[in-house]
């Protein structure tokens, strides 16, 4: 993809975000942000836990329009991923996502949303952990 159609792409999914929005019955909500820019996100992670796949992922925020975009592409692109891929991903695959080209003058801002998806994947895991056992009959 040529840098036009990545800018082109990074605005289209700034003015139309893909799996904005609350999920109502999130196994974790965790924010994200930075303060020295401004720039917040919210991740609502969903996990099939017999599967350890993502059953729903969305965000809300407020930001540059890299950081918003970058949240609605990895939304879009992780939707059914597994937690171990999302914990494998780096911060070269998430530019790699959002447009190398053109997120590489802002690699804090295009990484916010995978940051703060990977803590809500440690927290479910930790909740995992935790959890009481459930009782059977």
Do not use: N, W
Request: proline content about 6%.
């Amino acid at each position: 993809m040529d840098r036009q159609a990545i800018i082109e792409r990074l605005l289209d999914h700034y003015e139309y975000p893909r799996y904005h929005g609350p999920l109502a019955d999130a196994d974790v909500i965790m924010p994200g942000g930075m303060p020295d820019c401004g720039d917040q996100v919210t991740i609502y992670l969903k996990v099939d836990p017999e599967r350890e796949r993502v059953a729903g992922l969305r965000f809300e925020g407020q930001g540059c329009s890299v950081s918003q975009a970058s949240a609605s592409i990895l939304a879009e692109a992780l939707q059914g991923a597994s937690l171990v891929a999302i914990e494998a991903l780096d911060d070269a695959a998430a530019l790699e996502l959002v447009g190398y080209e053109v997120a590489r003058a802002r690699p804090r801002c295009a990484t916010l949303a995978l940051h703060t998806l990977q803590a809500a994947v440690l927290a479910y895991r930790r909740q995992r952990r935790e959890a009481p056992p459930q009782e059977t009959r």
